[in-house]
Every structure is written in structure tokens, then in C-alpha cells.
């Protein structure tokens, strides 16, 4: 592995640095948590004006043409500098089982709208069990003279209200295996049938309950091949897994920054209290923890960039991000003390994303047991060369 940038690479990565800075300063971030949009819609068409929204798109269809290493930059510095949008859902979630599976005209038709026109996606697949197991998805998909007719309720939806369209998981049979009756559909946010509310959470996310009571979608919109579609879930939480945990890395290097400053500024005895041993030694244990997460969501982006994705790796990256990036803000707290507790220190913005920041991509009890699956059908070297 090499983990060189290229100079295109680290232009892209001074690019977003800088513009994060000026249109979305702290101060920015907090007056976004209390607005019913969560995201600020001036500063989005001007990360689609930069070509931020179509970095992985091919050029064909209005993008950069970038890969993966790219996306993993540029979310790096979203979570550095805590941006409030649905770059994540869009991109990640959508665009890439769009760009995957989708046919030509679908990709015709809705990469082009993402790349030049910054339409917002979201994926719609979490239910009353939020664990992401195929037998949870119970909204149905009814076949209709070559049509469907969904009727469900989808949970924490990301943008729900701001979406233009969704991609739904919906189960269209329910016999045998579940993993093989479940069929994802491209809906219209504003199709006929859709009742969108707001879900209140902590982070104050943008999270909504979506009601599809009777919308009709036509075949065209199905997405890759009917009751097939868990190969395309398992692909996007893959991919969610990763540049999530990215993104956390992202922030619990921001947050490790803001710790390192404040214990040289504040002053006890006459001295920082960077200067003294304890501190110093807590701040070698969370550097320790913010560059072990940072290679290893490096590691696991570049095999996936390559075509040498491990499932097992991919879930060690989110894992290890759920418990970095929350004990790196905690500690980083009781560093700033009691003031470090409250969103009017910076710190403080940061921590109360941590929870939402575990939800996406998945929890970590789901990836401990994809890990612990990996292990179990693992074989060493040394068996396969003595099999005896």
C-alpha cells in the first residue's frame, strides 16, 4: 500500500480544507443545527459548482471521474470541519448502487442531475429494527401490470424532507431466504402517496419518518434486478462503512487538534497545563488512537479503490471509528473541563454527532458479528500449504 497523494489529490484535499473554512465556519454549524433544513443550500450549489457532488462520477454524465481515494479526501474534510449536508447519503448511499447497477438511462438520467444539478438522494431502508438485516425490511412492493405499489414506513431517513428522490428497500417476496425478496426502487420524494415527518434526535440531524401508502413506481425504476436487491445493500453498507468511518477519522482528528491547542493555552499554576505529565500523557494516548483509526480507514479505502475490498477490514474500520471518535471527544471534554461539556466550545458540536455518526454505515454490535463470521471462516497460511 502506498499512501502518497498524488498532487491533483492533495490540491482536492486544500480545496475542500479552504472552502470548508470560509462557508462553513463554527459559527455556521451551529446556526445549521436548529434550522429545518440542517444544511445550508447557497454553500451546497457551490460545492456542486466545484464538482465536489460528481467527484466519482464519470465525466460522461457530468462528473470529475475521480475514484475512491479522492472521495475518502474529501470526506476526510468534511468531518474535520463538521459540514452539515447530505453530502453523505448523496454521494455515498446513492451514487455509488447508481453508478454499480443502475441501467444507462438511469445513470443518464439521475448521475447527471446529482453531478451538475446537486440533487439530494437518500436511502430508505431502516425500519422499527434500525440493524440492517434483511429480515427486517417489511415495507412491501406489490406487483401491478408491470408496475409496483409500495406500502411501508421507512425510519431515520437522512434529509427526508430536502430529498428529490429516495431509493427504497422494499420486499417483493416474502418466501424462502429473505435476503433473496428484496427489490430497491428510485422514488420520486414527490410522488404521490409519500408523507414525510421530522424525527427529533439529539444531533440534530435532519433524520424522517417516510409513509409510502400506495406510491406506484413504474419497472423502469427498479434498481438492479427485482428481489436481488440485498447484493446491492450489502454493497452500500460496505461503502458506508468505510467513508463513515473516514469521515469520523476526520473529526477525531479535528477534535485531538482543538485538545492539543487548548492544553497549551490554558493556563493553571502559572503554567499550560500542556506542560504537565498527566495531560501530556492522555494526549499520546488519544494521538495513538487518532492515527491507528486513521491508516486503518486508509488501508481499508485504498484495497476498496483497488478491487481488494475485505469485508472483515471494512467493518474493523467502522468498529474502531464508533469507539475513536466518541472516546477521543470525551476525554477531549474532560481535557477542556467542565465549559469543554457545553456547544458553546467547539468541542462540544463535535460530540453530540458521535451517536449519530454510529448509526451510519452501521453499529457496531452488526460489525462485530460480520467480523466474527470473517474469523470463523478464516484459514492461515499454514493450513493451506499443509492442508493436513
Not at 465556519?25 to 460528481?54: S, T
Not at 427485482?226 to 460496505?238: A, C, E, P, R, Y
Not at 473529526?251 to 506542560?275: C, W
Request: hydrophobic share 40%; proline share 3%.
Amino acid at each position: 500500500m502506498d499512501y502518497t497523494f498524488t498532487k491533483d489529490q492533495e490540491m482536492i484535499r486544500k480545496s475542500a480544507r479552504e472552502f470548508f473554512i470560509k462557508e462553513c465556519p463554527k459559527d455556521r454549524v451551529r446556526e445549521l443545527k436548529d434550522d429545518p433544513q440542517a444544511y445550508d443550500p447557497l454553500m451546497w450549489k457551490k460545492m456542486v459548482d466545484l464538482g465536489f457532488l460528481g467527484l466519482i462520477i464519470p465525466e460522461m454524465y457530468g462528473g470529475m471521474q475521480g475514484d475512491l481515494i479522492e472521495l475518502m479526501i474529501f470526506t476526510e474534510e468534511l468531518g474535520r470541519n463538521l459540514v452539515p449536508c447530505p453530502f453523505f447519503g448523496t454521494v455515498v448511499e446513492c451514487t455509488v448502487p447508481l453508478l454499480k447497477f443502475g441501467t444507462d438511462p438511469q445513470k443518464q438520467k439521475y448521475l447527471t442531475g446529482i453531478a451538475e444539478k446537486g440533487a439530494i438522494w437518500s436511502l430508505a431502508q431502516a425500519e422499527q429494527v434500525a440493524d440492517f438485516e434483511a429480515e427486517d425490511i417489511n415495507l412491501t412492493a406489490e406487483a401491478d401490470n408491470g408496475n409496483f405499489v409500495l406500502n411501508g414506513t421507512k425510519l431515520f431517513v437522512p434529509y427526508a424532507a430536502e430529498a428529490d428522490f429516495f431509493i427504497v428497500a422494499a420486499r417483493t417476496n416474502k418466501i424462502g431466504d429473505p435476503r433473496e425478496g428484496v427489490t430497491l426502487f428510485i422514488v420520486e420524494a414527490g410522488a404521490e402517496g409519500i408523507g414525510i415527518e421530522a424525527m427529533p434526535t439529539t444531533a440534530r440531524d435532519c433524520r424522517g419518518e417516510v409513509r409510502f401508502d400506495g406510491v406506484r413506481v413504474t419497472g423502469d425504476n427498479v434498481l438492479g434486478e427485482q428481489d436481488q436487491g440485498w447484493t446491492i445493500l450489502d454493497t452500500v453498507l460496505q461503502h458506508a462503512a468505510v467513508f463513515k468511518a473516514v469521515e469520523m477519522s476526520g473529526g477525531a482528528q479535528a477534535v485531538f487538534d482543538l485538545t492539543v491547542n487548548y492544553a497549551r493555552e490554558r493556563k493553571q499554576f502559572n503554567k499550560s497545563i500542556g506542560s504537565f505529565q498527566a495531560v501530556q500523557h492522555k494526549l499520546v494516548d488519544l494521538l495513538t488512537l487518532v492515527d491507528g483509526l486513521k491508516y486503518l480507514v486508509y488501508e481499508a479505502a485504498w484495497h476498496m479503490n483497488n478491487g481488494t475490498s475485505s469485508r472483515g477490514l471494512n467493518s474493523m474500520a467502522k468498529v474502531k471509528a464508533n469507539a475513536v471518535y466518541h472516546e477521543v471527544c470525551h476525554h477531549g471534554i474532560v481535557l477542556h473541563g467542565a465549559i469543554g461539556w457545553t456547544e458553546e466550545m467547539d468541542i462540544g458540536l463535535y460530540h453530540i454527532k458521535t451517536k449519530a455518526a454510529q448509526f451510519d454505515g452501521g453499529l457496531s454490535t452488526l460489525h462485530l458479528e460480520r467480523i466474527a463470521a470473517e474469523l470463523e471462516a478464516y484459514v492461515p497460511e499454514y493450513r493451506k500449504l499443509y492442508p493436513g
